[in-house]
């Protein structure tokens, strides 16, 4: 085992690792940037370190300072957390080079799986189902307008390389698809330095699934149960629940076997999350893509089985064997997630500023991951998730109960959040049911 680990993150995943380090007594660095230096990941650690200026590319993707930081620091691993470097392999390759010991898969695996296109056709191969859509990435316009004839609309662009919805569009008609995919390419050229784009069918009435897996160097693998995140905003996930309520087992058991066949097929030996397309009007399932790291909803799976996940992705790392008992992989009762995102709350773009006062909900079943507190400053220069709101239930109507009462306890006062909007969407009838698809969150809004 390590005795020093670099998080190479911020934020409320910075905050989540220390936390788990502390009960493994190994001691923590953090790094941060010059618009951190003053963040609760800074104070919680046993040492902190600068390692560039506000911007990412400056800091929290620079790959020199923060291996050099870590070297200087004396580590024995680095950590990622999600984002940023998390699923670049250069990472774990220099950290191979230098002795330290990576928390994450190794770098053929990223290769392997962090590939949409590279990842699809291995899936393809294992017998998996994916969607029907371009054989391989595109570049040119010409090209892309025969691919998108031949699969029909509408269809969906989405970014060869990186994820986080940059570049996805969805196309409904060709008057609008060279618009849409000139934009798509500027915004994944930009933000991947890579211009390849996918094209795929897109499907109106669809779910997003996803499948927590775990392996180690033993060869044990683990599907420890599925998520469903299919309430997105321009493809970024906002609430998050497990297991998928209008998903029969039957259904959700071939799902995780898919999922566990590709993890053991390239010898996955870290956490991971393989995701889904649920085709709500034909019953099935298609094969999106692999997450070669820790995810931000990871806490849905870890209150749902009451295991700490990124304990066992750090066991992982070092060599130990994961053994989880029957009674460790049965899920109990229901957990929903909410993320709480610095917005306006009418065109709910980015907010930053000071936060003057902020009060975290609490009581039984509640859970909150955050890296606010009073009089601290949320930058503007990161991604504008602030919170997140876990809430578990021994059904699911208890745990949307516990959510709706928690997220009114929620104070942030100082800056807008998106507060008001999780509160409208969990009280309505399509989410307490479970009917709800992709388009629920577009629908919301149009309804405000």
């Known amino acids: 085992m390590p005795k020093k ?5 911020r934020g409320e995943i910075a905050v989540r690792i220390i936390r788990t380090c502390k009960e493994l007594g190994l001691r923590t660095v953090v790094i941060h940037s010059t618009a951190d230096s003053g963040s609760l990941a800074t104070k919680l650690a046993d040492e902190s370190i600068c390692v560039g200026g506000p911007f990412s590319k400056d800091s929290y993707l620079n790959v020199p300072s923060i291996v050099s930081a870590a070297t200087l620091t004396g580590c024995d691993a680095i950590h990622p957390g999600y984002g940023f470097l998390s699923e670049k392999p250069i990472l774990p390759e220099l950290c ?12 053929d695996s990223m290769r392997t799986l962090g590939d949409k296109e590279h990842a699809k056709k291995l899936a393809r191969d294992l017998g998996l189902p994916t969607i029907p ?4 990435p595109v570049t040119d316009f ?34 609008s698809f060279e618009q849409e995919f000139r934009f798509a390419q500027q915004e994944v050229e930009s933000a991947f330095s890579d211009n390849r784009i996918l094209i795929e069918k897109f499907f109106p009435k669809a779910k997003h699934l996803e499948v927590q897996i775990l392996g180690d160097l033993h060869g044990n693998y683990y599907a420890l149960g599925l998520r469903e995140c299919s309430a997105q905003r321009r493809f970024q996930k906002i609430i998050e629940e497990a297991l998928p309520y209008r998903i029969e087992k039957s259904k959700q058991d071939l799902i995780a076997k898919d999922a566990l066949k590709l993890a053991k097929h390239i ?18 399932h298609y094969f999106l893509e692999v997450n ?18 990124v304990r066992l992705q750090i ?16 899920p109990r009762g229901h957990t929903i997630e909410a993320r709480v995102n610095a917005e306006d709350s009418v065109n709910l773009l980015p907010q930053s500023g000071k936060v003057n006062f902020f009060h975290q909900p609490s009581g039984f079943g509640v859970r909150v991951d955050t890296f606010l507190f009073s009089d601290c400053f949320v930058p503007p220069y990161y991604d504008s998730l602030i919170a997140k709101v876990i809430c578990w ?7 949307i109960s516990r959510l709706k009462r928690a997220l009114e306890e929620l104070v942030v006062s100082g800056i807008q959040t998106n507060q008001q909007l999780l509160l409208k969407m969990i009280e309505h009838e399509s989410f307490i049911s479970g009917e709800y698809d992709t388009n629920f969150v577009n629908f919301i809004i149009s309804e405000s």
């Open 142 to 175: 010409n090209e892309a307008l025969k691919e998108a004839e031949k699969i029909g609309f509408p269809i969906l662009l989405k970014a060869a390389a990186g994820g986080g919805g940059r570049g996805m569009r969805v196309v409904r008609d060709l008057s």
């Open 292 to 309: 070669t790291r820790v995810q931000v909803e990871h806490p849905v799976t870890e209150e749902l089985f009451r295991l700490d996940l």
């Open 96 to 107: 191979s080079q230098i002795g330290i010991t990576f928390i994450g898969p190794s770098a």
């Open 133 to 136: 859509g371009s054989s391989d």
């Open 267 to 284: 010898n996955y030996h870290s956490l991971g999350t393989v995701e889904f397309l649920y085709d709500c009007e034909q019953g099935k």
């Open 393 to 399: 239930g021994e059904d699911r109507n208890t745990a």
């Open 315 to 330: 066991l992982a790392a070092f060599g130990e064997e994961i053994k989880l008992f029957q009674d460790q992989l049965q």
């Open 5 to 9: 680990i670099l998080i190479a993150n």
